[in-house]
């Protein structure tokens, strides 16, 4: 089993590299992970995705930093005619992340790893994987074991859902209700939870395209990600990122719950069970786990 390091990423924001002024005020963005993209962000020509290369190349040489914990660059999938040019072009930048779309199977993947391995790319440079295809889903555990350097996931719904040619990604009609529909994500955002966790990478959810202005359901969306069991959102507006930390971060009572959990825990004796109470409440193994992962993570966010 492959053993990777835990990342905090809470928040993802994408900005589009071929825009001067959303790079510039991209710097700003206290977010955990900053996606500067190459991609869907970017025309499909190849002077906007020169331009974008060129814009992002200064962007990370320059003295003025990136406020985020973590940037990374979107490359475009490995079956375009943009991915070698997008590969050679960020092993040679000062990056400890990629974020790579569009894998469909291993063969994709052994495609990515040898291309960034034949650029030169450091052993450190991780990757992220955008799983965003009914065939990467089904092929996850195999595209996973295809690179050491897979160190997260994000579960992409729009291009899935679009896959399945399901119409809940559109928006005009009445199908079935106006209320939002994920029942045609669930089984997708299950498999790559699973996968991840088996994996002990980070899994990161997607939001679902809607009005920028309605924060509540954002807040109520990326509450049901944590719910589920991911450790972050990936969203495409500044407005979401201290939502998206906020629900994401362990809560004070929380861990004031862990406290109790852990301290309750350490002072039990062999002759007693192994579980205990609280509240009334009987605490498990398994919500010890839960407390030790609550206490971490909130070591990890504040930097202890």
Do not use: C
């Amino acid at each position: 089993m492959i053993n990777k390091m835990r990342f905090v990423r809470r928040s993802l924001i994408v900005t589009p590299g071929n825009v001067e002024s959303k790079l510039e005020k991209a710097r700003t963005f206290r977010v955990d992970v900053l996606m500067l993209d190459l991609e869907d962000g970017v025309p499909d020509t190849d002077s906007a995705k020169a331009r974008a290369r060129n814009l992002l190349r200064d962007a990370l040489s320059s003295s003025s930093h990136f406020a985020a914990r973590e940037v990374a660059i979107r490359v475009n999938g490995p079956r375009t005619k943009w991915f070698l040019q997008d590969a050679e072009f960020v092993v040679g930048l000062n990056l400890s992340t990629i974020v790579v779309p569009m894998i469909y199977d291993e063969k994709d993947m052994v495609f990515v790893e040898r291309s960034l391995t034949n650029f030169g790319a450091s052993e450190s440079l991780g990757l992220i994987l955008l799983i965003e295809t009914p065939a990467s889903v089904l092929n996850l555990p195999q595209i996973i074991e295809a690179s050491p350097r897979t160190n997260g996931l994000i579960a992409g719904g729009l291009d899935y859902a679009a896959g399945l040619h399901s119409f809940s990604i559109l928006p005009v009609g009445n199908m079935i209700s106006t209320e939002r529909k994920d029942e045609d994500l669930l089984y997708m955002r299950q498999r790559i939870l699973a996968v991840g966790r088996a994996y002990n990478i980070s899994v990161i959810d997607a939001q679902r395209p809607g009005l920028i202005s309605d924060i509540d359901s954002f807040r109520a969306d990326a509450q049901r990600a944590r719910w589920l069991g991911f450790d972050g959102v990936d969203f495409y507006h500044p407005a979401f990122i201290d939502v998206a930390n906020e629900v994401f971060t362990p809560s004070t009572e929380e861990l004031l719950w862990a406290d109790r959990v852990l301290e309750l825990n350490r002072s039990s004796r062999d002759d007693e069970p192994a579980s205990i109470k609280i509240d009334g409440r009987v605490i498990l193994p398994q919500h010890i786990d839960i407390a030790r992962r609550l206490k971490k993570l909130a070591r990890d966010i504040s930097g202890a």
